[in-house]
Antibody, heavy 115, light 107 residues
Framework: EVQLVDSGGGLVKPGGSLRLSCAAS????????MNWVRQAPGKGLEWVSS????????FYADSVKGRFTISRDNAKNSLFLQMNSLRADDTAVYYC????????WGQGTLVTVSS | AIQMTQSPSSLSASVGDRVTITCRASQDIRNDLGWYQQRPGKAPKLLIYAASSLESGVPSIFSGSGSGTDFTLTISSLQPEDFATYYC?????????FGQGTKVEVK
């Protein structure tokens, strides 16, 4: 069974940093592109970042470019999102999701940026 | 970035109704379009990919059509569990972009 488990969210002050993780199981992680998608409270879905299966190709939304870094550890079946210089408008549930289009999703982890 | 214009933003329907949701892309995206269902507090669920292909395990009451710039999601007979929010997603290029969502509510 495909499973994606998101973790690492929490309350952080503006300007702070947080690192999200996504633990994958039930499929050959190294064969799949991976994504982060977020959803602000009461709002729609917003694509954040994607990374190719090997990690060679990386894409970011303009809203996070230069502040967020996506990475993966294929040996540990894990996906990461390093978030720096966090702002109030980064407050959202962050989901990791497999493939293109994203077919399996994690349960999400809530990031709250507030002083 | 490609803009996805989804309509309507909300609709009211009854169990058994036929429901249609549309998405228009600001440029040709071939058939690189997916449809998602999201229930409150849950992660999105992929229903349709490649504009018209039914994801494994998804009931056949869901269907998708279209190519180029105009796309449609149809629910042929609304079931109680289908009251949810639906989103389209273009994955033709980056940034991937979602429609604004359509909330399907009980009439």
């Amino acid at each position: 069974e495909v499973q994606l488990v998101d973790s690492g969210g929490g309350l952080v002050k503006p300007g702070g940093s947080l690192r999200l993780s996504c633990a994958a199981s039930g499929f050959t992680f190294v064969s799949y592109n991976m994504n982060w998608v977020r959803q602000a409270p009461g709002k729609g879905l917003e694509w954040v970042s994607s990374i190719s299966s090997s990690g060679s190709y990386i894409f970011y939304a303009d809203s996070v470019k230069g502040r967020f870094t996506i990475s993966r550890d294929n040996a540990k079946n894990s996906l990461f999102l390093q978030m720096n210089s966090l702002r109030a408008d980064d407050t959202a549930v962050y989901y990791c999701a497999r493939s293109l289009p994203p077919d399996y999703w994690g349960q999400g982890t809530l990031v709250t940026v507030s002083s | 970035a490609i803009q996805m214009t989804q309509s309507p933003s909300s609709l009211s329907a009854s169990v058994g109704d036929r429901v249609t949701i549309t998405c228009r892309a600001s440029q040709d995206i071939r058939n690189d379009l997916g449809w998602y269902q999201q229930r409150p507090g849950k992660a999105p669920k992929l229903l349709i990919y490649a504009a018209s292909s039914l994801e494994s395990g998804v009931p056949s009451i869901f269907s998708g059509s279209g190519s180029g710039t105009d796309f449609t999601l149809t629910i042929s007979s609304l079931q109680p569990e289908d009251f949810a929010t639906y989103y389209c997603l273009q994955y033709y290029n980056y940034p991937q972009t979602f429609g604004q969502g359509t909330k399907v509510e009980v009439k």
